[in-house]
């Protein structure tokens, strides 16, 4: 088996692994990707010759192309698709130099078009990958023509264990550059959320509540939220945004509730702390296809990143003005509130909210079994919130598909999830004469402790009721679902601490790497030069005189390096070269002046040129030819030619 020709398959496949690690692309669009390079790998493993097929191949390629482009399926997935179509054709057929080279390319534009489309942590680790395998293959492209220069002997294989080096470096060197470099945002991700939470039947915030829906609701780890709470106000900021406000749902059609656009916003907020009124956490909210932004109960302080805004919208709901593609740090302020004062709903709203449909008589005697009395709306709604927490929570959704889901769930099945319970008591609020309504949101996450912060996911979405308290003159809320099961990040099992690992980790590099703006650049280095002034003015003498006198000798000592000849030779690409072969060095820094290695010059060639300034010297250096030769091209053991290279060049430096 040629290990150079299946090295031609790997960079396209590290770029089909990048695109799918991003997560913009369908399972049955990131696998038609992949049937070309399948079917390349295949004609490879077969040893199949399809040149006689060459015209029907780059046909075929060309109907992927005017397919794409016919359906409208976008400019970036008709380039990638005709991509992958090339690199299949070209895999599939005979390859010489050139062609291979082909290949190599495409795999680099494939890699290029997904660098542009994400920031994730793990599109890091596929691009270290892909830069290791197209050095593997650029070494495997020259490193024969190279060691052919050795007249026919036996040479060595291609040191591909210095790859992982190489690899080490250009991290290293990037990583410089990300530093130093002006930021640049594109913000062009395809998809800004993963491809589940698009999908109806998973976990997620909704702008409809609809009781109707069947099937089990899917688990969605989608990131909302994470809360890092002020120093030392953890349990308090664990009070305050232990239900996270989205949208308020009015409107009730059957047993569907949506948004009222005319809904007004009862959530006071406004920019900048004070002392009476300080900062409680700080959200790092991720983008939500309706830009709402989750915020606890109270008067609200928010202060959200420099270019960005924060809008009232529809449902009594906070909005990022823009619609956002990354995630945002947003500092907000809490001043806890059991109710907001409001005007009570008169006219027309009232009765909008406290109208019913004709399919709700089950909740109206249901409420009446479980408070037969007209008691004021706090105690009517408490009493109501806990009749239906005696019921069971599911997420299997066993009354979704019945006639009424509303009677089926208080009068059969008793179980349902949050939507069920929260709907089934705004509407019996409603039955009663108190003015009631369904809000989408989300509850507190768990902690986790590894990162320092609260997690919230699509899975903690959740349904509750708010109505209106006369007596407080304000909307009050009631969560009559019952006790949820617990996240799966808070379990003890090795699962779930790895799961906690790798969100601090991800985290933490988006915070600290995606988010690394030209205002950190900034500020490093003004802190930088902090440290530098206060060095140069500090007050002992003896500590300023000590350093500058390190620097002195530092400075000497790599002078007389450089004056020694401490450069290293490069290699000239010839792997016979002078400059290859680490252990002729010493002879090089000792001899270099008299006769100077040409490009392309083997050592053999270089020391006969040596041996015509010192005949003296003629035998010991036809010996050390002779075994720089064993070394370069017949892999023998390196101690017996670092010896005599040492040898070599203790004569030559005591030449008179």
Not at 3 to 19: K, Q, S, V
Not at 208 to 231: E, F
Not at 499 to 520: K, Q
């Amino acid at each position: 088996m040629n290990r150079g020709r299946w090295l031609d398959h790997l960079p396209p496949w590290l770029a089909w692994g990048a695109i799918a690690s991003t997560g913009s692309y369908t399972g049955g669009e990131v696998g038609a990707m992949a049937v070309p390079l399948l079917a390349g790998a295949l004609v490879e493993w077969r040893r199949g010759n399809l040149h006689r097929y060459r015209r029907l191949l780059e046909l075929a390629a060309l109907a992927v192309f005017l397919f794409q482009a016919a359906t409208r399926t976008g400019v970036l997935a008709t380039v990638l698709n005709t991509l992958f179509a090339l690199c299949g054709v070209r895999l599939c057929l005979p390859r010489e130099l050139p062609q291979r080279r082909q290949v190599l390319l495409m795999g680099f534009l494939l890699f290029l078009t997904t660098a542009l489309a994400t920031s994730e942590l793990d599109f890091l680790v596929w691009s270290l990958l892909w830069v290791a395998g197209a050095a593997a293959c650029l070494m495997e492209f020259n490193w024969g023509k190279s060691a052919r220069l050795g007249q026919g002997q036996t040479h060595r294989p291609a040191p591909f264990g210095r790859i992982p080096a190489w690899t080490a470096a250009v991290a290293v060197m990037a990583g410089g550059f990300f530093l130093v470099l002006p930021r640049l945002h594109l913000g062009v991700r395809g998809l800004p959320l993963g491809i589940q939470s698009l999908t109806g039947l998973h976990a997620g915030l909704s702008d409809v509540v609809d009781l109707s829906g069947s099937g089990p609701i899917q688990a969605n780890s989608d990131v909302v939220m994470r809360i890092i709470p002020v120093q030392g106000r953890q349990r308090e900021a664990q009070r305050a945004f232990a239900l996270l406000r989205g949208m308020a749902l009015e409107n009730l059609d059957g047993q569907r509730w949506e948004l009222d656009p005319n809904t007004p916003s009862h959530h006071p907020w406004g920019r900048g702390f004070s002392g009476s009124f300080p900062q409680l956490a700080e959200c790092f909210v991720s983008p939500d296809p309706h830009s709402v932004v989750p915020l606890p109960y109270g008067r609200l302080a928010l202060e959200p990143p420099e270019g960005e805004q924060i809008r009232g919208g529809p449902g009594a709901s906070v909005r990022w003005w823009l619609p956002v593609r990354r995630i945002l740090p947003l500092r907000v302020g809490v001043e806890p509130r059991e109710s907001d004062p409001e005007p009570p709903p008169a006219g027309a709203r009232r009765l909008a909210l406290t109208t019913t449909g004709p399919l709700t008589a089950s909740a109206l005697r249901f409420s009446r079994r479980a408070v037969p009395d007209d008691l004021p709306a706090g105690q009517l709604a408490a009493g109501l919130a806990q009749a239906l927490r005696g019921f069971r929570y599911s997420l299997d959704n066993p009354s979704g598909g019945a006639a009424d889901p509303l009677q089926d769930f208080l009068e059969r099945t008793r179980a349902g999830h949050c939507e069920f319970f929260a709907s089934s008591l705004a509407i019996m609020l409603r039955q009663r004469g108190v003015p009631a309504r369904v809000v989408v949101g989300y509850r507190l996450g768990p902690w986790l402790q590894e990162g320092g912060y609260f997690l919230v996911t699509q899975n903690e979405a959740h349904s509750w009721v708010e109505y209106y308290d006369a007596q407080a003159r304000g909307w009050r809320t009631e969560d009559p679902t019952p006790a949820l099961p617990a996240s799966t990040f808070s379990a003890g099992s090795f699962a779930a601490a790895f799961a906690r690992l790798a969100d601090t980790v991800r985290f933490s590099w988006d915070r600290h790497v995606v988010r690394f703006s030209d205002e950190d650049q900034v500020a490093g280095f003004d802190w930088l030069s902090v440290k530098v002034g206060s060095l140069a003015r500090h007050r002992r003498p003896e500590l300023r005189a000590g350093l500058t006198s390190l620097a002195v000798l530092a400075a000497l000592a790599a002078l007389g390096w450089l004056a020694r000849g401490g450069l290293p030779f490069l290699p000239s690409g010839v792997p016979g070269s002078p400059g290859a072969i680490p252990e002729i060095r010493p002879l090089l820094r000792a001899a270099g002046g008299l006769a100077k290695p040409l490009p392309g010059e083997t050592a053999r060639a270089w020391l006969a040129r040596l041996r015509g300034t010192r005949a003296d010297r003629a035998a010991q250096l036809e010996a050390l030819a002779r075994e720089a030769d064993a070394v370069a091209y017949g892999g023998k053991g390196r101690s017996a030619l670092a010896r005599l290279a040492k040898e070599e060049a203790r004569a030559w430096r005591r030449q008179p």
